[in-house]
């Protein structure tokens, strides 16, 4: 079946700017996460959504960031004012969230390369 | 700051040999552990996982150890191929939690 999958795969902007990063999870999993891999680094969590809802948005850097995900599908990652440190790779992953207590496989888009100039 | 350590960048192994990808950790809450490789312009792609109350996890080549008391996972992958090539990432959870936490991976190079 498709996988998860991220549009657009670069985004080049110039500071300032407002982005929009778009994420399509599998069909049918629940659970959907944002996270940012900075060159050199592993990712890092920005947020998790169990449905429509953001159930936890504390790895999100400061305000500028916000992310939506109105019918417990798609979901977009929101930059505003962005600035040169943004530059990275946003990740999106998604799993099933059977809740059986241990943590579910995410499995993961390809990214979106962010530069911000 | 840094809860999940591979601190080693990088490794090389011959085609055939085995190869060890090690993973420190100290937050002393995690307790589910997961190894994910990436190729180039891909996203990461799970491998295999190993819980708390195990040791020892395999899966064809594939094998994973964990030392609780050291904090201390590794991966073993034998017999290596040219296809395994790519960079792994330890990462770590708390099992009733959502949140993956990431090493700084080990870009793997298989020579033939």
């Known amino acids: 079946g498709a996988g998860v999958s991220q549009t657009p795969s670069n985004k080049v902007t110039e500071k300032g700017k407002y982005v929009e990063l778009r994420c399509d999870p599998i069909s049918g999993h629940t659970a959907l996460y944002w996270y940012r891999q900075s060159l050199g680094q592993g990712p890092e969590f920005l947020i998790y959504f169990q449905g429509t809802g953001a159930a936890d948005d504390s790895g999100l850097p400061n305000d500028r960031f916000f992310a939506v995900r109105p019918e417990g599908s798609v979901s977009t990652l929101k930059i505003q004012r962005t600035e040169r440190g943004d530059s990275a790779v946003y990740l999106c992953?998604?799993?099933?969230?059977?809740?059986?207590?241990?943590?579910?496989?995410?499995?993961f888009g390809p990214g979106t390369r962010l530069t911000v100039l | 700051d840094q809860q999940v350590k591979q601190n080693s960048p990088s490794l090389s192994v011959q085609e055939g040999r085995i190869s060890i990808l090690n993973c420190d950790y100290t937050?002393?809450?995690?307790?589910?552990f997961l190894w994910y490789k990436k190729y180039p312009a891909e996203g990461p792609t799970f491998l295999i996982s190993i819980s708390s109350i195990k040791d020892k996890n395999e899966d064809g080549r594939f094998t994973v150890f964990l030392n609780k008391s050291a904090k201390h996972l590794s991966l073993h992958i034998v017999p290596s191929q040219p296809g395994d090539s790519a960079v792994y990432f330890c990462?770590?959870?708390?099992?009733?939690?959502?949140?993956?936490?990431f090493g700084a991976g080990t870009t793997v190079t298989v020579r033939a």
């Open positions: 990462a770590a959870s708390v099992s009733n939690d959502y949140k993956l936490s």
């Open positions: 937050n002393s809450m995690f307790d589910y």
């Open positions: 992953a998604s799993s099933l969230r059977s809740g059986r207590g241990y943590t579910d496989t995410q499995y």
